[in-house]
Antibody
């Protein structure tokens, strides 16, 4: 059974940093692209970042480029999102999601999602 | 970046109704269009990928169509468990984008 478990969310002051983790199980983690998607309270879904299975290519939304970094540690079946210079508008539930097996790159759709972790940026 | 525009943003419907949601891309994306359903307090669920392929386990009352810039998600006979938000997402580029969402409410 595929499972994705996010952690690392919480309350942080503007300008602060957080690192989110997503522990994966039930599939060959290194074979799949992974992504982070966020959802601000009462708002829609926003793609944040994606990474290839090997980790050799990453992509970020303009809204987080230069502040957030996606990475993965395949030996630990774990996906990360390092978030620096946080702003109030980064407040959201952050989901990690697994790329579908039919995808050959990060331009993908996502068949399994975690339950999300809430990040609140406020003073 | 490719912009995705969904319409309507919300709709009210009754059980048994046929419901259609539209998604338009700012440029041609071939058939690289996917649909998700999200219920309150839950993670999104993949319904349809590549414009019209039903994800495993998704009921056949859901269908998708379109190519290029215009796409449609249809629920042929709305069930109580279908009241939710629906999002389109393009996977034509590595910079992914979602539509703004459509909330299907009970009339």
């Amino acid at each position: 059974e595929v499972q994705l478990l996010e952690s690392g969310g919480g309350l942080v002051q503007p300008g602060g940093s957080l690192r989110l983790s997503c522990a994966a199980s039930g599939f060959a983690f290194s074979s799949y692209a992974m992504t982070w998607v966020r959802q601000a309270p009462g708002k829609g879904l926003e793609w944040v970042s994606s990474i290839t299975g090997s980790g050799d290519k990453t992509y970020h939304a303009d809204s987080v480029e230069g502040r957030f970094t996606i990475s993965r540690e395949n030996s630990k079946n774990t996906l990360y999102l390092q978030m620096n210079s946080l702003r109030a508008e980064d407040t959201a539930v952050y989901y990690c999601a697994k790329g579908h097996s039919f995808c050959t790159s990060t331009s993908c759709y996502f068949d399994f999602w975690g339950q999300g972790t809430l990040v609140t940026v406020s003073s | 970046d490719i912009q995705m525009t969904q319409s309507p943003s919300s709709l009210s419907a009754s059980v048994g109704d046929r419901v259609t949601i539209t998604c338009r891309a700012s440029q041609s994306i071939s058939r690289y269009l996917n649909w998700y359903q999200q219920k309150p307090g839950e993670a999104p669920k993949l319904l349809i990928y590549a414009a019209s392929t039903l994800q495993t386990g998704v009921p056949s009352r859901f269908s998708g169509s379109g190519s290029g810039t215009d796409f449609t998600l249809t629920i042929s006979s709305l069930q109580s468990e279908d009241f939710a938000a629906y999002y389109c997402q393009q996977s034509f580029r590595d910079i992914l984008t979602f539509g703004g969402g459509t909330t299907v409410e009970i009339k």
